[in-house]
């Protein structure tokens, strides 16, 4: 009896002992095929989490062992990923827009206008907007004209959106709710008339005009907007946005609403390049939070090349004396770039056109003394004369999204010629001269999915397959490239490569399950998976 209650104590004081010894977590992932993104791209089976941060990457065994986890997930052998990150995306806009006349995919000017009608029949709203539209995708390529929505609404304001969010359609009652007639001076864009009278068509920065006319959204409406585009994201696995270009008093929102806790997409903000936005958080210097990133400025060099308002050093091939705009004076910009240059902001510019492009680098290259880590970027870096490829490093980042190249290729060698194209979303020769590529979607100019971004990454198609060799098919980036792209890299575009971009210990537990291995799966099959879990801090999202 003794001895029997010898054992039952040392047994008792064993498993008391083996319990203590194991570690408590919140998470542990297993059975899975993770992708680290780490230095060496290693891969994993499991992980742990603990306060919203990778504890430990190893096996299941090991880890079984060492953590008793609050909740287990076996993954079934899906692949995990680190969450993905959109280096430049528009997210406030993307909730906004969710309130408008969607005019994405449109044929026709017709299909426009039934849309429209269609959307006043339903809403009744005072004054109409909408976003999607491209000429470039109807038989008749031409600009449309104000006539048809001006007999429909007369006393309606509508102002619709071209793709790019560089060119609008507005209605007479909308261009005199902005102030707009002929006599109307400006800077930087067009204000189109035909027959000495408006046609309607405004591109670029006389389109603040007509914003301007345009009710406030409410802090109500605001809200829901931010709270649309997180859902939106979050289905997409995408844990971190860019969003490239917004005011003092939205990142404020943001601001208020990461505090209250329902708002948990993390994200790194672009200032819009505005004196009142400038002035306050220069002074006030960078900002952040674990959620939110305030220490970037956004400035607009050029336009689109789809509304042919990129700046372009010699003239456009199917517009002959026609180079495009820059959207402010050489010298605003430089001024501006020797501001945030003495400040701890980094400078994150607009340029699409190789004039634009040209003078974007010069400028980073002259104010940025070498060896310093500013990492200012070029985003969209479209068009690049050969020379000035030369510039691109990892102080200087291309910043580029991948749709846009499979996008405009049906129209790009009509506006650039066959040997400017050369120099033309050029994504594999920014890598190998930068060592670094930020990718992004720029939604809601192209649609959400970052699975469309690697697809067009590596594939260089469209959806429809098209073309089947890859357009430009020498500038593909390969699976390992592009998901860096999507996540350590952009990340480091960010300053933010320490804690988040790759599943390691110690970082941020941002992270995703998809239903196909991206890595493996055959290409054409990309576009369409799916994801089965998004985690932000360990916390299932989606």
């Not at 027959?195 to 920065?205: E, K, P, Q, R, S």
């Not at 009710?215 to 649309?228: K, R, S, V």
């Not at 270009?245 to 208020?256: C, H, V």
């Not at 120099?423 to 809601?444: R, V």
Request: charged share 30%; aromatic share 10%; hydrophobic share 35%.
């Amino acid at each position: 009896m003794k001895k029997v209650l010898t054992i039952l104590i040392l047994t008792i004081a064993f498993t008391s002992c083996d319990s203590t010894e194991k570690e408590s977590a919140d998470l542990l992932i297993f059975n899975a095929e993770v992708y680290t993104v780490d230095s060496t791209f290693s891969k994993a089976e499991a992980f742990v989490v603990r306060d919203g941060k990778f504890l430990e990457i190893g096996t299941a065994e090991d880890l079984r062992d060492k953590y008793e986890a609050a909740e287990i997930y076996n993954a079934e052998g899906k692949a995990v990923f680190p969450g993905f990150i959109d280096a430049h995306a528009h997210f406030y806009r993307l909730g906004l827009q969710q309130n408008r006349v969607d005019l994405t995919g449109t044929e026709s000017f017709e299909e426009v206008v039934t849309r429209i009608v269609e959307f006043q029949q339903k809403n009744g709203v005072d004054f109409i907007t909408g976003w999607g539209w491209d000429q470039n995708d109807w038989e008749n390529k031409e600009y449309p004209t104000k006539d048809t929505l001006d007999r429909l609404f007369s006393d309606t304001p509508i102002a619709i959106t071209r793709i790019d969010g560089h060119a609008l359609l507005a209605n007479q009652a909308a261009l005199d709710a902005a102030g707009i007639t002929i006599e109307t001076s400006f800077e930087g864009g067009d204000i189109e008339q035909k027959n000495g009278g408006l046609t309607g068509i405004i591109v670029d920065n006389p389109m603040d005009l007509v914003t301007g006319a345009q009710p406030e959204p409410t802090i109500e409406e605001q809200t829901n907007a931010l709270m649309a585009a997180q859902e939106i994201c979050f289905e997409y696995g995408l844990t971190t946005v860019v969003d490239a270009g917004i005011d003092k008093s939205t990142i404020e929102l943001m601001d208020n609403l990461h505090e209250e806790g329902d708002f948990k997409i993390r994200i790194y903000a672009m200032i819009s390049n505005t004196e009142e936005n400038l002035d306050f958080f220069l002074k006030k210097g960078t900002y952040k939070t674990d959620r939110l990133n305030v220490r970037s400025v956004k400035f607009y060099g050029d336009g689109a090349l789809g509304s042919r308002g990129a700046a372009l050093k010699e003239e456009y091939t199917d517009r002959p004396t026609h180079h495009g705009a820059l959207l402010s004076p050489i010298v605003n910009f430089e001024e501006t770039a020797r501001r945030i240059a003495n400040s701890e902001f980094q400078l994150n510019t607009h340029a699409i056109g190789d004039s634009a492009n040209y003078l974007v680098l010069k400028t980073y290259d002259e104010l940025l003394s070498k060896g310093e880590d500013r990492r200012w970027r070029v985003e969209h870096s479209q068009v690049i004369d050969e020379e000035d490829f030369k510039y691109f490093s990892k102080n200087i980042i291309p910043s580029v999204q991948p749709t846009h190249a499979t996008s405009d290729m049906y129209w790009a060698e009509e506006r650039l010629g066959k040997e400017r194209l050369e120099g033309a979303y050029a994504y594999k020769k920014l890598l190998d001269q930068a060592g670094i590529i930020a990718l992004g979607t720029d939604f809601p100019v192209e649609e959400v999915s970052p699975f469309l971004t690697f697809y067009a990454a590596v594939s260089r198609r469209d959806t429809k397959n098209y073309p089947e060799e890859g357009f430009m098919a020498n500038e593909a980036l390969s699976r390992e490239e592009t998901l860096r792209g999507m996540t350590i890299w952009a990340a480091f575009s960010n300053f933010e490569e320490d804690e988040k971009g790759s599943i390691e210990k110690g970082k941020l537990a941002d992270f995703i399950i998809l239903d196909q291995d991206i890595m493996k799966v055959e290409a054409e099959k990309i576009p369409g998976i799916k994801v089965l879990g998004t985690y932000v801090n360990g916390e299932k999202v989606n």
